[in-house]
């Protein structure tokens, strides 16, 4: 049964172009009357003004970016659902008001941008490129270096979250021809196994394996949420089980460290590591002053792994807004007590 009333949309954003995709994906239910969608624009500043307050109380719907939103949630007293633009809602959980329904960005939009992220740093890694590189800049012309590169038939990717994105990068360096792949997930169920074995993994672990993961990669790449269950685990007594030559591709959340640095510079200077791929950390952005940023063996990047496209925004909305007008239950929901 369609709804009667003009569903109230609020876009509290800072992607740019997100109003556009989500205006022309929702072209016809907004020309019909069953929704109106307003912008906040994207400059945070303005979100307090008094007109904004007033539209944010009054929204049945935002359409937003989970660690900015959750500094506004309070002001939605008539919220039903939060569609958010993120995969991760985890910084939904720093408030205590939870009477909503949270849909995540889902539907696998960001398996190709990951996919390609990963094997990136592999190749990249295996190669040298980044001394290819210094190289050139000293116009050095030496094969070192590039007499005994790894390729990808030779390594081992262990995959730590095997949700639709790591199954996608499954999936894709399965195809590339990875010798092993190795998945890890918190539960594991038998749809589990038949899932991620078409994808190409040939094990599936769970955290109280993790030691037996790590020790088994040559690459680990994280992709897990930030939950309770997940918060510090590569302490450096667990980073001590991996090989030496392992590389740990953190591309998840950066508090699946127990800190912003140390943590990692230790492990790498005793040998635990032999290189790093830090995407993301515990507090954004990193601080000039951190050591990780002139650490030989640490490569950033600023969370740019997989960004979420404003098309990709406005495809999920909308699908899930006709969903929502047609009292369904909305796809990829945010889990209260699962914190993801």
């Not at 009333?5 to 022309?24: D, P, Y």
């Not at 990951?114 to 050095?140: K, N, P, S």
């Not at 790590?214 to 897990?224: A, E, G, H, I, Q």
């Amino acid at each position: 049964m369609i709804a009667a009333a003009t569903t109230r949309v609020v876009i509290l954003s800072q992607i740019r172009h997100v109003e556009r995709e989500i205006v022309r994906s929702c072209e016809s239910l907004i020309k019909c009357g069953s929704i109106e969608i307003v912008s906040l624009g994207r400059d945070v500043a303005t979100w307090t003004s008094k007109e904004a307050t007033s539209k944010l109380r009054d929204a049945d719907v935002v359409v937003g970016d989970p660690p900015t939103f959750v500094q506004f949630v309070e002001k939605c007293e008539h919220l039903k659902w939060f569609q958010s633009t993120y995969a991760g809602c985890d910084a939904l959980l720093n408030s205590e008001k939870r009477d909503y329904v949270v849909a995540r960005l889902g539907g696998s939009v960001f398996g190709v941008p990951m996919q390609e992220y990963c094997v990136l740093h592999i190749i990249g890694r295996e190669r040298d490129f980044a001394g290819d590189t210094m190289r050139q800049r000293r116009r050095v012309w030496s094969p070192i270096g590039q007499t005994s590169y790894r390729t990808m038939d030779e390594l081992t990717l262990g995959i730590m979250g095997m949700g639709e994105i790591g199954l996608d990068v499954a999936r894709s360096a399965k195809a590339m021809g990875m010798k092993r792949i190795i998945g890890l997930k918190r539960q594991i169920t038998t749809e589990d196994q038949n899932v991620a074995s078409a994808a190409g993994v040939s094990e599936m672990t769970t955290l109280d394996d993790l030691p037996n993961h790590l020790s088994k990669s040559d690459y680990v790449l994280n992709l897990l949420p930030s939950n309770s269950a997940t918060r510090n685990i590569l302490s450096l007594d667990m980073l001590a089980h991996c090989g030496g030559g392992t590389v740990i591709i953190n591309a998840g959340r950066g508090d699946i460290f127990p800190d912003d640095g140390t943590t990692v510079i230790e492990a790498l200077d005793r040998d635990y590591l032999s290189h790093v791929v830090l995407d993301v950390f515990r507090n954004e952005p990193l601080e000039q002053t951190s050591p990780l940023w002139t650490h030989k063996r640490v490569t950033i990047t600023p969370h740019t792994a997989a960004l979420s496209s404003p098309r990709d925004v406005g495809r999920v909305f909308a699908g899930n807004m006709a969903r929502y007008l047609n009292e369904e239950l909305l796809l990829d929901t945010f889990e209260w007590a699962r914190e993801y």
